[in-house]
């Protein structure tokens, strides 16, 4: 991600990171997003839900969740076009294939002119889930198979190349561990992939996992999915609204004040935070107000009204510090929690008051 922050001096990479470099970069498309046959892919994560007093207050398991982010970090950094990242994708797409109505990939080659990775051409997939909504509609096709998403949940699965923040020189060149930075948001919307499973939602809700957050130019992936999103069969999996995650594992979580999601989309920014003051949970929101540049930029130019939820203050966000132990349980706890309330709240079912 990157902040938009008038009269700061640049940071170190900002030179090749841009909102404005939105087309740069030619990918090639395979078609459209291809679904994901029965067999689970290897990877597969079967980790037993949480019995603690915590855990059963919400149908969310933050302690599950919590594996799930370990699950990934122990695989290594998820560089596109590394065997890390080929075993991330199996892991991910084996995962959601346990628990939702539809797993679908959507694959591209994507040259990369500038930044890390400069010069090569990787292999990247966006992975999408889809869960049917459950309500009967009233005078339209609101539920079912080729239901219009209400909602997307997104994250970016990739990890960074390269630890260009971090605070010793010699170790700029290494791989960033992505715990926070790409893990957590993924690891939340796995964990809700199992709530949603085990309580359908009213109205149909799609999973999606951006690929290429991190690396090049950035964005690749939510870039690539907005150009595509109304073309042949990924019409029907375009959203009317979407919520992004990224850095949300770090403890203690407060999440920043986004400028740009405040404007691109104030009445969903108020309805999520809303969920927040329900659960008594506001201290772990309304930080310090930035303007962001992430992937629900692409997804509001593509007329898809959409926020992010960001703990900017993350100290380790870019160095080989984002391990592991920099995240916790609670952070995840407290989104999926909010996730879950703001979902019941936004999507009743059809005719309920």
């Known amino acids: 991600m990157d902040v938009d922050r008038p009269g700061d001096a640049p940071r170190s990479g900002d030179a090749e990171r841009s909102e404005h470099a939105e087309h740069s970069g030619d990918a090639e498309y395979s078609g459209d997003a291809e679904p994901v046959g029965d067999a689970e892919p290897a990877g597969r994560f079967s980790g037993d839900a949480d019995s603690s007093a915590d855990a059963r207050r919400s149908a969310f398991d933050g302690g599950r969740a919590f594996a799930l982010l370990r699950a990934q970090c122990d695989v290594g950094p998820r560089i596109p076009g590394t065997a890390g990242h080929a075993r991330t994708r199996e892991l991910l797409t084996g995962e959601l294939s346990r628990w939702a109505d539809e ?14 990775g400069k010069g090569t ?42 630890a260009d923040h971090d605070r010793d020189p010699s170790k700029r060149a290494e791989p960033v561990p992505g715990a926070s930075d790409g893990a957590s948001g993924v690891a939340v919307l796995l964990e809700l992939a199992r ?13 999606a996992l951006f690929d290429g957050e991190d690396i090049g130019e950035y964005y690749y992936g939510s870039r690539f999915y907005a150009r595509s999103a109304q073309d042949g069969a990924n019409a029907r999996w375009k959203p009317r609204r979407a919520v992004l995650l990224d850095m949300i594992g770090g403890h203690p979580l407060r999440c920043t004040t986004e400028i740009n999601s405040l404007n691109a989309a104030p009445a969903l920014w108020n309805e999520v935070h809303s969920a927040a003051t329900r659960l008594g949970l506001d201290a772990h929101f309304h930080g310090p107000a930035r303007a962001i540049t992430d992937d629900h930029v692409f997804l509001n130019r593509a007329g898809i009204p959409s926020i992010v939820l960001i703990d900017y203050s ?4 870019h160095t080989t510090e984002d391990t592991v132990d920099k995240c916790g349980r609670q952070p995840l706890q407290v989104i999926g929690d909010v996730l879950l ?5 936004a999507l009743p079912p059809a005719g309920a008051s």
């Open 121 to 162: 051409a990787p292999a990247m997939a966006n992975i999408f889930a889809r869960f049917h909504g459950t309500a009967s509609a009233k005078g339209g096709a609101q539920t079912g198979p080729d239901a219009t998403p209400a909602l997307m949940l997104c994250a970016h699965w990739d990890t960074r190349p390269v």
């Open 195 to 207: 709530v949603l499973r085990m309580h359908p939602p009213a109205r149909t809700v799609t999973l």
């Open 103 to 116: 797993v679908a990939v959507q694959e591209w080659t994507q040259r990369i002119d500038r930044g890390p």
């Open 314 to 317: 993350y100290p380790h966000w």
């Open 341 to 345: 309330d703001f979902m019941r709240a």
